[in-house]
């Protein structure tokens, strides 16, 4: 079965009509900024299952997450359970922001893929400096943040971003 997408422009419509609009992002980038009506499910923390025993499998889910990579990850895990109408919301919530959707903002977080670039940086930066100014075996550092970015980027999986993700400052 494949994956079904909608534009965020569709999405005020839903909410008159009670869909299920899910975020599948972490709590501190829902309580950041999260879509309006939308319900907070971290994707870490989704139990496909589950979801599908007490929601049924008929009624459609929406799901969005920052950009659309993490909502298609839950949306497989629904499908697998056996979910027949989920949908993406294209662009997730940055595209609902830039077209002018109604978002509830919050307290100010740093979105995971940033967290990722912050700590893969300083990682690469001071296995570097210690490699080059305190023993050359630290220079294994860099070259092992290189080898997990390129394995991300192979895999479409982050072992970086779901080990933030379970943060106490993500929760």
């Given at each position: 079965m494949?994956q ?5 422009i569709e999405?005020?419509q839903l ?8 975020d599948?992002?972490t709590?501190g980038?829902?309580?950041?900024a999260h ?5 907070l499910?971290p994707?870490d923390?989704?139990d ?5 025993e ?15 990579k993490?909502?298609s990850v839950?949306?497989?895990k629904?499908?697998?359970?056996g979910?027949?109408?989920v ?16 978002i ?8 995971i893929e940033?967290q990722v670039?912050?700590a893969a ?9 210690a490699g080059?100014?305190?023993h ?5 550092v860099?070259g ?13 999986t982050?072992?970086?971003a779901?080990?933030?993700g379970k943060?106490?400052?993500n929760?």
């Amino acid at each position: 079965m494949s994956q079904k997408t909608i534009s965020p422009i569709e999405l005020p419509q839903l909410f008159i009509n009670q869909c299920t609009v899910i975020d599948v992002r972490t709590p501190g980038e829902f309580n950041a900024a999260h879509v309006s009506g939308a319900q907070l499910q971290p994707l870490d923390q989704l139990d496909a299952a589950s979801f599908c025993e007490t929601h049924g499998t008929e009624n459609p889910v929406y799901l969005l997450c920052q950009s659309g990579k993490r909502a298609s990850v839950a949306a497989g895990k629904l499908m697998n359970a056996g979910h027949k109408n989920v949908i993406v919301v294209e662009g997730g919530t940055a595209a609902a922001i830039e077209h002018g959707l109604d978002i509830n903002y919050g307290k100010g977080a740093i979105s995971i893929e940033r967290q990722v670039r912050i700590a893969a940086g300083l990682l690469v930066l001071c296995g570097t400096l210690a490699g080059v100014f305190l023993h050359s075996a630290f220079l294994i550092v860099p070259g092992f943040v290189g080898a997990g970015l390129a394995f991300a980027g192979l895999t479409d999986t982050c072992g970086m971003a779901m080990a933030l993700g379970k943060c106490p400052w993500n929760q």
